[in-house]
């Protein structure tokens, strides 16, 4: 099966190159902006054609959710225009398409993890255009499933796990929130469960939805202690509200993801968060 992975210098697509040797029954096709432009029809449609993609797995995704408050038409090309692209072009080449989503389609006031069958309702610009995109790939994919993930890390790329190394190294005390709840989730895992599902994905599936992140739940500031108390870094940690922090976006209060139709439908385990994070920093060193 030959794979298109787009956006994959990001830390999803990056964590899918290096299990790409793993996976000998697939081919892959990995592009970021310079290689496809993937706000151009024709030239995906051309790529998908040429190269005789039968899966395209999008990481596509404009993911600077403070800068996208004042950039709305930035954040809508690549969250919702470039997802009706890929989803129309895989339609014409009749490949499946991947869409990778965002807990920030929820709200995030609620008291339970959330399901695929509960209603979105973003408040931030990055989350209604993360939306609108899922809408694009129900409406125009004809084989499709998307997947919400939640407070992705990795080694590769920007991330909250990185920040609070690199400014711990400088700073001897920072403040995090403690009252923003979801689930930290190894951009590895994620990959592999996708790698995972593809060949298992029935043949009918037209834009489906399903929930990933690694299992268990912490604050922010949670996933920060364990941060510190895994690298042995000596830094004082102080939990404090979102009010007290500044923030262009409002974060969801509480987000984390009820992830039992996934494991129900494609039957694979799911690591612990903190688990992953042991794994993934071991990685690092």
Same mark, same amino acid.
């Given at each position: 099966?030959?794979? =298109?992975?787009?956006? %994959?210098?990001? $830390?999803?697509?990056?964590?899918?190159?290096?299990?790409?040797?793993?996976?000998?029954?697939?081919?892959?096709?990995?592009? /970021?902006?310079?290689?496809?432009?993937?706000?151009?029809?024709?030239?995906?449609?051309?790529?998908?054609?040429?190269?005789?993609?039968?899966?395209?797995?999008?990481?596509?995704?404009?993911?600077?959710?403070?800068?996208?408050?004042?950039?709305? +038409?930035?954040?809508?090309?690549?969250?919702?225009?470039?997802?009706?692209?890929?989803?129309?072009?895989?339609?014409?080449?009749?490949?499946?398409?991947?869409?990778? %989503?965002?807990?920030?389609?929820?709200?995030?006031?609620?008291?339970?993890?959330?399901?695929?069958? /509960?209603?979105?309702?973003?408040?931030?610009?990055?989350?209604?255009?993360?939306?609108?995109?899922?809408?694009?790939?129900?409406?125009?994919?004809?084989?499709?499933?998307?997947?919400?993930?939640?407070? =992705?890390? %990795?080694?590769?790329?920007?991330?909250?796990?990185?920040?609070?190394?690199?400014?711990?190294?400088?700073? $001897?005390?920072?403040?995090?929130?403690? /009252? $923003?709840?979801?689930?930290?989730?190894?951009?590895?895992? =994620?990959?592999?469960?996708?790698?995972?599902?593809?060949?298992?994905?029935?043949?009918?599936?037209?834009?489906?939805?399903?929930?990933?992140?690694?299992?268990?739940?912490? %604050?922010?500031? /949670?996933?920060?202690?364990?941060?510190?108390?895994?690298?042995?870094?000596?830094?004082?940690?102080?939990?404090?509200?979102?009010?007290?922090?500044?923030? +262009?976006?409002?974060?969801?209060?509480?987000?984390?993801?009820?992830?039992?139709?996934?494991?129900?439908?494609?039957?694979?385990?799911?690591?612990?968060?903190?688990?992953?994070?042991?794994?993934?920093?071991?990685?690092?060193?």
């Amino acid at each position: 099966m030959n794979v =298109l992975v787009t956006g %994959s210098n990001g $830390q999803l697509g990056s964590e899918i190159r290096g299990l790409a040797p793993e996976y000998a029954g697939f081919r892959f096709f990995f592009t /970021d902006k310079d290689e496809l432009d993937v706000t151009n029809g024709e030239a995906v449609s051309r790529f998908l054609k040429k190269n005789s993609i039968a899966c395209l797995i999008n990481c596509v995704g404009y993911t600077a959710v403070d800068k996208a408050e004042g950039d709305r +038409a930035g954040a809508s090309l690549l969250n919702t225009m470039a997802a009706r692209i890929l989803a129309e072009s895989t339609a014409k080449a009749g490949a499946m398409m991947v869409h990778v %989503s965002t807990d920030y389609v929820f709200e995030g006031k609620g008291f339970r993890p959330y399901t695929e069958n /509960d209603t979105a309702n973003p408040k931030t610009i990055y989350g209604k255009t993360k939306l609108e995109g899922e809408i694009e790939v129900i409406f125009n994919a004809k084989k499709a499933l998307i997947i919400r993930t939640s407070w =992705l890390y %990795s080694s590769h790329g920007n991330n909250f796990l990185k920040t609070i190394l690199e400014k711990c190294r400088t700073e $001897q005390e920072l403040r995090v929130v403690y /009252d $923003q709840v979801g689930t930290p989730t190894y951009a590895r895992d =994620l990959a592999r469960a996708i790698l995972e599902i593809i060949p298992r994905v029935p043949q009918k599936m037209r834009g489906e939805v399903y929930n990933f992140s690694n299992e268990g739940v912490a %604050s922010w500031y /949670d996933f920060a202690k364990a941060i510190l108390e895994i690298s042995g870094i000596n830094c004082t940690l102080v939990p404090v509200l979102s009010k007290d922090i500044q923030a +262009a976006a409002t974060r969801p209060h509480y987000s984390v993801l009820d992830k039992s139709r996934f494991k129900k439908d494609f039957g694979l385990e799911i690591p612990h968060w903190r688990d992953s994070l042991v794994e993934c920093m071991q990685k690092m060193r």
